[in-house]
């Protein structure tokens, strides 16, 4: 059984860098071709995707946030963590750590999210 | 990579069908049959109930199903049951490794 834990800081200050971990079990990110990946939700409106990280530490972010993303990796510890800098209040919502299949185009197990507010 | 565009809600009454639209363009619903759909009840965390277009995990209900045309994806809900309330998005491979959803469609069940 697969199973996602993302932990966080609940509250971020305007500039600060977000740091994010997802905790995960039930697969290995060693395994060829799976992916653990972000997305976000801005309370009330849509899911935005945001990274992925794969099993050979290839890296793919979204267009518009590239610049200020960072996803790395720590499969000892089974773990995902992603960086988020210059936090803004737009940035505020829930953010999701998932789990790609090997090889697939879809997101089988999401974990239950953290909330995330920015705000001074 | 703008979001995918949906309509903003959709309702029916118990046992009809609805459908709900997916509109992206060449570089990703049109170029890739890797539209996946994904249910979100309020409060929860999404869950997937299509993928590669009109596949389903095993556990979901044959009474989801999705189609693909152009730059057009589809979800259709047939047989609308009170429980399917929910938010759906859809989410296309966009090139590259990268992803974008859909801006979601809230259903309703009259």
């Known amino acids: 059984q697969i199973t996602l834990k993302e932990s966080g800081p609940p509250l971020v200050r305007p500039t600060q860098t977000l740091t994010l971990t997802c905790a995960f079990s039930?697969?290995?990110?060693?395994?060829?071709?799976?992916?653990v990946g972000w997305i976000r939700q801005p309370p009330g409106k849509a899911l935005e995707w945001l990274a992925l990280?794969?099993?050979?530490?290839?890296?793919s972010y979204s267009s518009s946030l590239k610049s200020r993303l960072t996803i790395t990796k720590d499969t000892s510890k089974n773990q995902v963590v992603l960086t988020m800098t210059n936090m803004d209040p737009v940035d505020t919502g829930t953010y999701y750590c998932?789990?790609?299949?090997?090889?697939?185009?879809?997101?089988?197990?999401w974990g239950q999210g953290t909330l995330v507010t920015v705000s001074s | 990579q703008s979001a995918l565009t949906q309509p903003a809600s959709v309702s029916g009454s118990p046992g009809q069908s609805i459908t709900i639209s997916c509109t992206g363009t060449?570089?990703?619903?049109?170029?890739?049959?890797?539209v996946s759909w994904y249910q979100q009840h309020s409060g929860k965390a999404p869950k997937l109930i299509i993928y590669?277009?009109?596949k389903r995990p095993s556990g979901v209900s044959n009474r989801f199903s999705g189609s693909k045309s152009g730059n057009t994806a589809s979800l259709t809900i047939s047989g609308l049951q009170a429980e399917d309330e929910a938010d759906y998005y859809c989410?296309?491979?966009?090139?590259?490794?990268?992803?974008?959803f859909g801006t979601g469609t809230k259903v309703t069940v009259l």
């Open positions: 998932l789990h790609r299949p090997d090889g697939s185009t879809w997101f089988d197990s």
């Open positions: 039930g697969f290995s990110l060693t395994a060829n071709g799976v992916a």
């Open positions: 990280i794969y099993w050979n530490g290839h890296q």
């Open positions: 060449s570089s990703d619903v049109g170029s890739y049959d890797f």
């Open positions: 590669e277009v009109g």
């Open positions: 989410c296309s491979y966009a090139g590259s490794s990268t992803f974008v």
